[in-house]
């Protein structure tokens, strides 16, 4: 019996698209899998390249989940067997239109009862932002089985630099010979087609997945180093984009000057705060490393960060 499975997606760059075609590839062309491909189209296009006032103006929306409007998406009545539901990472939390998709009404009729497999692309911060996913998607009655997350190449110095870059000015290259290109390195996006394979062989298996299908397979990897930091930003976030959002709507000029004053408070807690906490982290998880590691493999489910399976799949 053909299995459908839809496919959700929005990509500024590019590159998202190119993780979820890696993705499907072994899955184009099998004859008893249908692929059903949206893509999530803002009624008002985002920018890309951003300004840097426009993109830092676009944080109280995305972290309060408030969605950006969207086209909207056209309801076949296909009951979907499987969701691939692939979304970028804005502030520590779902992309505004990824937001918008969760929250629209084809997600409400469509996604419920449904097994979902998360895929994101990001710089390196995304576990508040899928448990932000998580909780939309209980909503809907949907059914998290996997998480599959890829993100930039380089060290977290480096991506702090070199990702900001590539979203203000739209280049990826090399910098002054020390960071790496922008964004997913393009052999962990060809190698993200062993997670298609798995799924295809999942679905042979006759009803609609319950369990994951991509455990094995090192589909997320969590650094425990983020875990405090992303919570003590989306704390951060959420207090100014409150006032924010007080001032005015997005995009308009009476909120820019607080923006601007936020982003000289942020520059002012990394050169200070942030590396005194770094070392205080240092030392808490040191202290407390069955903690971190229990917090670790929570925000690591559903798939878990395994590779016994991966050779299966690939030859590395
Ligand atoms: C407004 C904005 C905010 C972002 N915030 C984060 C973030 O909090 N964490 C993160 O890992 N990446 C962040 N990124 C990077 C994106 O997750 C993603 O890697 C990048 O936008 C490329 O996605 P694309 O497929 O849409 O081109 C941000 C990007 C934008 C444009």
Redesign the pocket.
């Known amino acids: 019996m053909t299995k459908h499975i839809l496919v959700v997606s ?8 190119a ?1 979820k075609d890696s993705i499907l590839e072994p899955l184009y062309g099998e004859e008893t899998v249908q692929i059903h491909e949206k893509v999530i189209k803002p009624v008002e296009p ?1 920018p ?1 390249p ?1 300004n840097f006032i426009t ?2 103006d ?2 109280p929306e ?1 972290v309060y989940l408030d969605p950006c409007a969207i086209e909207p998406i056209k309801d076949e009545g296909i009951e979907y067997d499987l969701v691939i539901f692939t979304y ?6 779902p ?1 505004l239109p990824a937001t918008a998709f969760l929250k629209s009404e084809f997600a409400k009729q469509r996604l419920k009862n449904t097994p979902v497999i998360t895929v ?7 576990i508040m ?1 899928q448990e932000k996913v998580k909780g939309m998607l209980e909503k809907l009655g949907a059914k998290l089985i996997d998480n599959i997350v890829l ?2 190449q380089g060290s977290s110095l480096a ?1 702090f630099i070199t ?1 900001p870059r ?2 203000m000015t739209g280049k990826k290259d090399r910098l002054w010979g020390i960071f790496p290109p922008a ?2 390195s393009p052999r962990e996006i060809k190698n993200a087609r062993r997670f298609g394979e798995a799924i295809k062989r999942g679905l042979k298996s006759g009803a609609k997945p319950d369990e994951p299908l991509c455990r094995g397979l090192g589909a997320v990897e969590v650094d425990v180093r983020l875990i405090k930091s992303e919570q003590i ?1 989306t704390k951060s976030f959420r207090i100014w984009g409150k006032l924010i959002r007080k001032l005015g709507k997005r995009g308009e000029m009476k909120r820019k000057p607080v923006v601007m004053l936020y982003v000289l408070f942020l520059l002012l807690i990394i050169v200070t705060v942030v590396p005194i906490n770094m070392v205080v982290q240092m030392v808490l998880r040191t202290l407390n490393k069955e903690q971190f590691r229990r917090k670790k493999e929570q925000y690591e489910q559903p798939s878990g960060s395994g590779r016994e399976r991966v050779k299966e799949f690939l030859d590395e």
């Open positions: 929005y990509s500024q760059s590019g590159q998202l698209y993780i985002f890309f951003w993109f830092m676009t944080f995305s970028q990472v804005w502030f520590l939390s992309s994101i692309g990001c710089r390196n911060m995304w932002a993100v930039d991506t990702t590539w979203m964004g997913v930003a």
